[in-house]
């Protein structure tokens, strides 16, 4: 972890946890009213890739965990140095029963399809995003199918198990 | 050629130029359809069964359904599978279109193929090898032999439940149906 990049985090925004989690990685955990900040922040430091936009259930802490992962593009070869391998995780939690939170696309135009991923999937509605249209699935679902509450085998006996065989198999 | 086989080519020579010459669909679902490019290239080639893949699905009669199948794709295979020529033959191709497979429980994906389009064989295995292909091949030359490879006829007759079956998963489709289906299964469906 860069020395130098965790004093500025620390020191431009309250609030905000650095640690280092090895394999070249490093956490950054910071409230949600600060994240659009920081990652503009980090973009300014070089940090121009978003590898990654996930997020995670915690159903009993009753918040949903935003991740984004980033990293740099090495336009030379030149400029290949160790420290250019870190992977910064920037992590941030809102509440899970409204769940809402601002876009990055204006950051990052690639977090589009993982926005509408996420819309779908969890159910997280991006403020700004401008085609929060359904991605992958087909069928309407009550509960976001990857939400912890969302019970699967539940939800296959009743739509799928409940489909009769087309032909009578005695014949 | 087999020189006991002449018979049979004098019989149903339509028959036998089908059997020995399966046009497969280059139809990708899942992850089996990794088996399929060494199948078709030089190690395996599958050739010398007949069987060489095509790119639309009017030139084919051979449809592996190679892996799982999502409800999106559910929607592509029955579209593909329409189009294809009489006759046509469906091979199942591991273990998800048979029953789930390891995606027994999930909340996309379809099981029991055969409620929605008629199988003729099946290969169980995750993966199979690539030889399972040439096994099923030769089974599927017995069932044409025998005239048990008749997917598209039960198709044709049941064709009213697998339609239902189709909307069931699908929701309405945006279609019309391949065979005509009478009156009083529009109601009941409205119902």
Same mark, same amino acid.
């Given at each position: 972890?860069?020395?130098?990049?965790?004093k500025e985090l620390e020191s431009t925004f309250k609030d905000i946890l650095v640690?280092?989690?090895?394999?070249?990685?490093?956490?950054v955990t910071i409230k949600y009213s600060q994240a659009l900040a920081v990652?503009?922040f980090?973009?300014?430091?070089?940090?121009?890739?978003?590898?990654?936009?996930?997020?995670?259930?915690?159903?009993?802490?009753?918040?949903?965990?935003?991740?984004?992962?980033?990293?740099?593009?090495?336009?030379?070869?030149? *400029?290949?140095?160790? *420290?250019?391998?870190?992977?910064?995780?920037?992590?941030t939690?809102?509440?899970?029963? *409204?769940?809402?939170?601002?876009?990055?696309?204006?950051?990052?135009?690639?977090?589009?399809?993982?926005?509408?991923?996420?819309?779908?999937?969890?159910?997280?509605?991006?403020?700004?995003?401008?085609?929060?249209?359904?991605?992958?699935?087909?069928?309407?679902?009550?509960?976001?199918?990857?939400?912890?509450?969302?019970?699967?085998?539940?939800?296959?006996?009743?739509?799928?198990?409940?489909?009769?065989?087309?032909?009578?198999?005695?014949? | 050629?087999?020189?006991?086989?002449?018979?049979?080519?004098?019989?149903?020579?339509?028959?036998?130029? !089908?059997?020995?010459?399966?046009?497969?669909?280059?139809?990708?679902?899942?992850?089996?359809?990794?088996?399929?490019? /060494?199948?078709?290239?030089?190690?395996?080639?599958?050739?010398?069964?007949?069987?060489?893949?095509?790119?639309? /699905?009017?030139?084919?009669?051979?449809?592996?359904?190679?892996?799982?199948?999502?409800?999106?794709?559910?929607?592509?295979?029955?579209?593909?599978?329409?189009?294809?020529?009489?006759?046509?033959?469906?091979?199942?191709?591991?273990?998800?279109?048979?029953?789930?497979?390891?995606?027994?429980?999930?909340?996309?994906?379809?099981? +029991?193929?055969?409620?929605?389009?008629?199988?003729?064989?099946?290969?169980?295995?995750?993966?199979?090898?690539?030889?399972?292909?040439?096994?099923?091949?030769? +089974?599927?030359?017995?069932?044409?032999?025998?005239?048990?490879?008749?997917?598209?006829?039960?198709?044709?007759? !049941?064709?009213?439940?697998?339609?239902?079956?189709?909307?069931?998963?699908?929701?309405?489709?945006?279609?019309? /149906?391949?065979? /005509?289906?009478?009156?009083?299964?529009?109601?009941?469906?409205?119902?």
């Open positions: 972890m860069n020395e130098r990049l965790k640690a280092d989690s090895g394999d070249n990685c490093a956490t990652l503009r980090l973009k300014d430091k070089g940090f121009d890739h978003l590898a990654l936009l996930s997020a995670v259930d915690w159903i009993e802490e009753k918040e949903h965990e935003l991740v984004y992962i980033l990293t740099r593009y090495i336009q030379n070869i030149d *400029e290949y140095r160790d *420290e250019s391998k870190l992977h910064l995780i920037v992590k939690r809102i509440p899970r029963d *409204e769940p809402q939170f601002q876009t990055i696309t204006g950051i990052f135009p690639i977090a589009e399809p993982y926005e509408r991923e996420i819309h779908e999937l969890f159910g997280i509605k991006f403020e700004g995003h401008k085609r929060l249209t359904p991605l992958f699935l087909e069928r309407g679902y009550k509960i976001p199918p990857f939400r912890k509450d969302f019970d699967t085998r539940k939800y296959v006996e009743e739509v799928f198990d409940k489909i009769p065989f087309a032909e009578n198999k005695d014949k | 050629m087999d020189r006991n086989q002449i018979t049979k080519w004098f019989k149903a020579p339509a028959k036998m130029a !089908n059997k020995y010459s399966l046009h497969a669909i280059y139809f990708c679902t899942g992850c089996g359809i990794i088996e399929v490019p /060494p199948v078709i290239t030089s190690r395996w080639d599958a050739e010398r069964f007949g069987v060489i893949p095509v790119a639309t /699905p009017r030139q084919a009669n051979l449809f592996l359904i190679t892996g799982y199948v999502s409800v999106k794709t559910l929607r592509a295979i029955i579209r593909t599978y329409e189009q294809m020529y009489e006759p046509k033959y469906t091979v199942g191709f591991g273990s998800c279109p048979v029953n789930g497979g390891m995606y027994w429980d999930s909340y996309n994906t379809i099981k +029991h193929l055969d409620k929605y389009i008629p199988i003729d064989g099946w290969i169980a295995g995750c993966m199979p090898r690539p030889e399972a292909i040439f096994i099923a091949v030769t +089974h599927l030359w017995t069932l044409i032999d025998k005239g048990m490879a008749n997917g598209y006829i039960r198709y044709r007759e !049941n064709y009213k439940s697998y339609r239902r079956n189709q909307e069931m998963a699908l929701g309405k489709l945006e279609w019309p /149906p391949l065979y /005509p289906i009478d009156s009083n299964f529009e109601e009941a469906r409205r119902e």
